[in-house]
């Protein structure tokens, strides 16, 4: 017998499950949390969904949420900038950003507010965040933009010379903030003739998005750019190019185009430049575009000689962009032209990563094997390159040499 009372209780516990917060507030603070629920009762207006902020709960919360706005409280953050810098990575980029803290400082609320976040001083009045929760538009009509939109962080990945694994180390990375790190990727390959990364990232039947010249003649918006891409998993793409009838020079135009215009739909933009970057113009691009540059090396002289060239050009340019170097064995050590402290007093510098050769990465990049789901060695290097990307700490990412043996053996 149809029971209507049953059959209310139901339909009224599955609309909870469907509810869907339009905010969510990560808090540390009892008195924030309190504050910012009771300012939106008073006001009528929807309470955020609240949460004990963690690193691990924002990037468990922010993804599936569908949220338009996640409020911060770091009002006991020692460094707020540092902070937001790793949080933002996880946080989906079109996802407004409201920052609570103590820091009373000019710089401060300018670098948040140049990267597209909004800062509030605590204690603030109840009008001034309720201005704020309206703006976004939250609860009331079209939103207001009270600051610079958030763009993705490009990091450029540049060979010193071809064959050194630039392409490799560029789709694992991305593989490793993807899937380990919740960060939506998008991998760009600036190779138009041919190219590795769709093997690389496991990807069968791949085709580059072919242009021809009326492509330079039309406008390229987000939906445009959008339709260029290939979606390898949920939170990473792949932009690859190629063209019968276009210059190499206009290729990289309308690339850069595409990127600007996907800027503002992921966490990172990866750019792999797979060979060595030789004009004096290409590295002023890179050095003025990228947040973060990788060089990729091994152990040959003239790689060696190629990857100090480029970090003079870099340092003769006063780049402020994050740089990190990868050395990359892609031989064994009998064949290595130059020891590690050769390497090192080269340089003037020691390479923040060092990848181990490993004679079965050629037969499992034959196969089409995922390489993240195998047990090499250069995955955890891989990790902490992606560590390094991210401002996290590499305390606790080292294995111990038993482990490392059995891993390999296994």
Known sequence: MFDLVDAIKVQSNDTKNEVKYDSILF???????????????????????????????????????????????????????????????????????????????????????????????????????????????????????????????????????????????????????????????????????????????????????????????????????????????????????QSDILPDSDMSEILNTLIYSLSDQYNFVIRDFSSSIKSMTNIEYVEKSSDVIIIVTDRSVSCIRETKKIINALDERQSLSRRMIVLNNTRPEKSANASMQEVNSFLGTSPDIVCGYDSKLSQEILIGRKFSEQKFAINREIEKLALLVLGKSLKGSKKSFVKKWINKGA
């Open 27 to 241: 808090y540390k603070s009892k008195e924030c949390r309190g504050f910012i629920e009771e300012a939106c009762k008073f006001e009528g207006l929807t309470v955020p969904k609240s949460i004990a902020i963690s690193e691990k709960n924002i990037q468990t919360n922010t993804r599936d949420s569908k949220a338009s706005l996640i409020i911060l409280d770091l009002t006991s953050s020692e460094s707020i900038p540092e902070e937001v810098e790793r949080i933002g990575n996880v946080i989906p980029i079109n996802t407004d950003v409201v920052v609570i803290g103590k820091e009373d400082s000019y710089q401060t609320s300018r670098q948040l507010k140049l990267k597209g976040f909004h800062y509030i001083l605590w204690p603030f009045p109840r009008e001034e965040f309720i201005e704020i929760y309206q703006q976004l538009g939250l609860d009331t009509g079209p939103k207001t933009v009270i600051a610079t939109s958030r763009k993705a962080k490009t990091i450029s990945v540049i060979g010193a010379k071809g064959g050194v694994g630039s392409s490799f180390i560029s789709s694992q990375l991305a593989r490793s903030l993807s899937e380990q790190h919740s960060s939506s990727c998008i991998i760009s390959d600036n190779n138009f003739l041919g190219g590795d990364v769709d093997i690389f990232m496991g990807l069968e039947s791949f085709e580059k998005a072919k242009l021809n010249s009326s492509d330079m003649m039309n406008d390229i918006d987000s939906t445009y750019a959008m339709s260029m891409v290939k979606k390898v998993n949920e939170l990473l793409s792949i932009l690859s190019i």
